[in-house]
């Protein structure tokens, strides 16, 4: 493993003058479950390591008149077992079921999961659905950002030298609205997405849908939101024939590429048959109450 | 710069200095020589370096032994008590559930945690618990019978 000095942060402030002093020399580490392995295989070469888990106020999951805020420090297994996301905000339960394994889940955070930035990060299409927001802590003080403004490339966010993620922000969930998760692998566990996709239906009074959002993995050089499709459904009973076609889009405006788990094809193959069928789940709960 | 961490490891105290870029999984193994949690991947997919951290089952190969400092750590080493196999372990070798051998301490202390949190699972809950711990032999049939009859025994006499 490469060599660097260790340095622990025992508040969000001493993290931030800590990441500020060393500016690129440095990297934060949370659980470690990506950053370990990339420094032992010298991907990551930091002088310093800061790590950040020792910030006791920053793994809370609770929900308030404005949402569900999560903790950077919030494990992806916390995450996967909160009755209170099981309850309200199940999706994201869903997609922490799918990542990696317990051992890695009672390790992996969720800042570091989204931080890590991958393309098929398992926990950014369902938050993009979700309509979820960033908050980020740095030396001039807190700056929140929309998740769909998070990400800027593979392995990349606009998080700047000295910040860090400290708070993912959830809207409450509308009445007759409720989230799907679906996830393409060859496993069925402890597997990378081939695409992951989160679709996040609100229903007006009626059987028509008043919202939706889509939010797809590893099929663009970030995870990204289907915007043309979700235009396309706005307003519209999510029935076959109309989901068809916004699959159809969204498999249009995504860019996968093809590596050593599927073609690019594939991956919009996919997105078509994943858009559809989770809108249409989605679109059922939610006309079941949530 | 080397750091002075204590680890509290089956109960015991140790304090060891170690450079920051040593994992966990091998300061337990080289300088602590509790050789039972084993070395397989080192990327933290096949889980044979499962070890309790906290009350939480973790890859040591994914952890840095210097931020584990202060913590309490149970390893294969730790489960049976005096003298006495855990009924998981008791389990494995009634059923056949081991071949070779490497990835069983992981297999006992996945099973061994799934059945604390879920006393009654079903074998899809077993399946899905011991996800992260490969069995290079496949022996996974064996394994998953083994650990459906202690949550069975575990019904019959609450006493593990």
Redesign the interface.
């Given at each position: 493993m490469v060599r660097f000095e260790y340095l622990e942060a025992g508040s969000v402030e001493e993290a931030v003058s800590l990441l500020d002093r060393y500016g690129g020399e440095a990297l934060a580490i949370a659980g470690g479950t990506d950053m370990v392995v990339q420094m032992r295989y010298r991907e990551l070469a930091p002088k310093y390591v800061v790590n950040l888990k020792a910030i006791k106020d920053l793994d809370y999951i609770t929900e308030d008149a404005s949402g569900l805020r999560m903790g950077a420090l919030a494990t992806i297994r916390s995450i996967e077992t909160s009755p209170l996301i099981k309850e309200r905000y199940g999706i994201l339960a869903q997609a922490a079921h799918h990542l990696g394994s317990v051992q890695v889940r009672n390790l992996a955070t969720i800042g570091g999961n989204l931080c890590h930035a991958a393309p098929s990060a398992e926990m950014a299409s369902p938050l993009l659905a979700l309509g979820a927001k960033a908050k980020i802590t740095g030396p001039k003080g807190d700056r929140t950002v929309p998740l769909d403004e998070f990400f800027t490339g593979p392995g990349q966010t606009v998080l700047k030298a000295g910040e860090i993620l400290t708070e993912l922000q959830v809207p409450p969930p509308p009445p007759k609205s409720a989230g799907v998760y679906l996830k393409h692998s060859i496993r069925k566990a402890m597997d990378i997405a081939f695409v992951g996709t989160g679709v996040v239906v609100e229903l007006d009074g009626g059987d028509k849908c008043r919202d939706i959002r889509i939010g797809l993995g590893a099929v663009a050089p970030t995870p990204m939101r289907a915007r043309r499709a979700e235009d396309h459904l706005r307003g519209k009973k999510l029935e076959e024939a109309i989901l068809r076609e916004a699959g159809e889009i969204a498999s249009q405006e995504c860019s996968p590429i093809s590596d050593i788990r599927c073609s690019a094809e594939h991956r919009r193959e996919i997105v078509k048959v994943f858009v559809r069928r989770a809108a249409l789940q989605a679109a059922e709960l939610a006309a079941g109450g949530r | 710069?080397k750091?002075l961490i204590k680890l509290t490891v089956n109960g015991e105290e140790y304090e060891v200095a170690i450079?920051?870029?040593?994992?966990l999984l091998d300061v337990l193994r080289d300088d602590l020589e509790l050789t039972g949690t084993k070395k397989g991947c080192?990327?933290?997919?096949c889980?044979a370096c499962?070890v309790v951290?906290d009350g939480?089952?973790?890859?040591a190969?994914?952890?840095?032994a210097?931020?584990a400092n202060g913590k309490s750590i149970l390893t294969i080493e730790g489960v049976a008590q005096g003298g006495k196999l855990h009924p998981v372990q008791e389990a494995f070798i009634e059923h056949g559930a081991i071949q070779c051998g490497y990835c069983t301490p992981g297999m006992i202390l996945?099973a061994k945690?799934?059945l604390e949190e879920n006393p009654r699972p079903t074998e899809w809950e077993v399946r899905?618990?011991i996800?992260?711990?490969l069995c290079r032999c496949t022996g996974y049939v064996k394994i998953v019978k083994a650990i459906l009859a202690v949550a069975e025994e575990m019904a019959k006499a609450p006493v593990a």
């Open positions: - | 710069m750091h450079e920051p870029n040593r994992s080192e990327t933290g997919d889980g499962t951290l939480k089952t973790v890859n190969c994914l952890i840095l210097v931020s996945s945690s799934l899905e618990a996800a992260g711990n």
